[in-house]
């Protein structure tokens, strides 16, 4: 495992449509992040999971926003009735736990452009 | 609520020149993490440099330092002998200790002409 993934690369939708992206930690990494990025801006906090609790949500993460990580390890990120505005580079990164001493060093994978037209 | 300040959206290097970007945060803690990130174009954020603030020593990595001045707020990252592959997008990051969530600033263009 070389590192966090993430699929599709690239998503292009309709607005009204739902949208779900996934992401891979790194084995090892218990803690995992979603962030979003609009085009020359630096990404921005909208939620985080230690294993399978998801414990802070931003405000960002509007009603139609839901994430989950069923089992600790991989998670998604649904989009419901995508609006133009929603149209952003969606980073997850991962990070080992706090007991590590390194808990605040996230790892972030190459992200999924989404489009809504 | 802790904010961070790039106020360079872009630089030029010479190539084998070194290129200073310029970060300032704002924060009321007194434990906590810097971080530069590296972003080039099309390509996954890469980790460049990490500071804990407790550290009165500067993080240097390879070509990469950091002049961390807690008490101005201020963490700049100086790049070395700067290389083609050094473009990119740049970007600052703050974390408390004990905290989940990175805030970034909004990043500096980093241009190195050959």
């Known amino acids: 495992d070389t590192g966090v993934s993430q699929n599709p690369r690239h998503k292009i939708t309709k607005r009204g449509q739902n949208v779900t992206f996934r992401c891979d930690p790194i084995s090892e990494h218990n803690r995992l992040y979603w962030y979003r990025q609009t085009l020359g801006q630096g990404p921005e906090f909208l939620t985080y999971f230690q294993n399978e609790a998801q414990l802070e949500k931003s405000r960002l993460l509007s009603d139609r926003f839901s994430a989950e990580r069923p089992k600790g390890s991989f998670s998604t990120l649904e989009i419901q009735r995508t609006e133009q505005g929603d149209s952003a580079m969606y980073l997850c990164?991962?990070?080992?736990?706090?007991?590590?001493?390194?808990?605040?060093?996230?790892?972030f994978g190459p992200g999924t452009r989404l489009t809504v037209l | 609520a802790q904010t961070v300040t790039q106020s360079q959206p872009e630089m030029s290097v010479q190539e084998a020149e070194t290129v200073t970007l310029s970060c300032t945060y704002d924060?009321?803690?007194?434990?906590?993490?810097l971080f530069w990130y590296k972003q080039p174009p099309s390509r996954q954020m890469i980790l460049v440099i990490r500071?804990?603030?407790?550290?009165?020593q500067n993080a240097t990595e390879n070509r990469f330092s950091v002049n961390f001045q807690k008490a101005a707020k201020s963490f700049s990252l100086k790049i070395s002998d700067s290389q083609l592959g050094d473009a990119a997008m740049y970007f600052c990051?703050?974390?408390?200790?004990?905290?989940?969530?990175?805030?970034f600033g909004g990043g500096t263009r980093v241009l190195v002409k050959p």
């Open positions: 990164a991962s990070s080992l736990g706090y007991r590590s001493g390194r808990a605040n060093e996230q790892f």
């Open positions: 990051a703050y974390i408390v200790a004990a905290g989940n969530k990175l805030t």
């Open positions: 924060t009321s803690e007194s434990d906590y993490y």
């Open positions: 500071q804990e603030a407790y550290k009165q």
